[in-house]
């Protein structure tokens, strides 16, 4: 089945402590990409990725960092969480090329809470 | 950062009741999608626009592609339970690779 898998789905942590999400397609997808929701404001790009070592920031990307050794993965890092960054994290990914936009494919999400 | 601004921010309306939201951007864009989110769920793309001008249809949804490229426009007809839910613009800035999302329009259909 194809899709884009998240894990962990809920985290609760704490100030300080270092912590990953990971994400995974199998879809043999170039982009990825990385979005927070928040009540009010929509999804936010934090980073995407266009393919196997290329990465950018996105409309948020303080406090975050991501790797893209392998097309399938792309991990998010929160080096040192802070509560402002409690949210609902979704990872996506879409095919590029093709001469029109492809559709972005979504991840369950993750919830996390950062005390 | 780019902000798309959606209107309303959130509907209640009865079953059977038609539904209009738009999307506004101060930039321009070359693509505009509208998603929709379940509770619970990532978002789901409903209808992809790719001109200015541009009407496309996809069941009881309709969406349009605004003639400035500055906003967007979705239409629900004939709304059933089942449309409750976030309804979210989105698109590429005319200038990259970088994806933006609206606000969003919360729905919430009266049976």
């Known amino acids: 089945e194809a899709q884009v898998t998240q894990n962990p789905r809920y985290l609760i942590t704490v100030t300080g402590k270092k912590l990953t999400v990971t994400c995974s397609q199998n879809m043999n997808h170039e982009y990825m990409s990385w979005y927070r929701q928040d009540p009010g404001l929509g999804l936010r790009q934090i980073y995407y990725s266009m393919n196997v070592e290329v990465t950018d920031k996105g409309d948020v990307p303080e406090g975050y960092k991501v790797s893209r050794k392998e097309k399938r993965n792309f991990p998010l890092i929160l080096e040192s969480p802070s509560p402002n960054q409690t949210s609902l994290y979704f990872c996506a990914s879409t095919p590029l090329g093709g001469g029109t936009y492809n559709e972005q494919f979504f991840g369950p999400g993750t919830r996390l809470t950062v005390l | 950062g780019q902000q798309l601004n959606q209107s309303p921010q959130s509907m209640f309306i009865q079953e059977g009741e038609d539904v209009s939201m738009n999307c506004t951007s101060s930039s321009i ?7 929709k989110q379940d509770p619970g769920e990532g978002p789901v793309l409903l209808i992809a626009l790719y001109k200015a001008g541009e009407l496309t249809s996809n069941g009881r949804l309709t969406a349009q592609f605004g003639i400035t490229r500055k906003d967007s ?27 933006y999302f609206g606000t969003g329009t919360s729905l919430t259909v009266i049976p």
Do not use: E, R
């Not at chain 2, 059933?80 to 990259?96: E, K, M, Q, R, W």
């Open chain 2, 29 to 35: 864009f070359n693509t505009w999608l509208w998603y």
């Open chain 2, 73 to 99: 426009f979705l239409n629900i007809s004939a709304s059933i339970p089942s449309d409750v839910g976030i309804y979210f613009c989105a698109g590429p800035l005319n200038t990259g690779n970088q994806f």
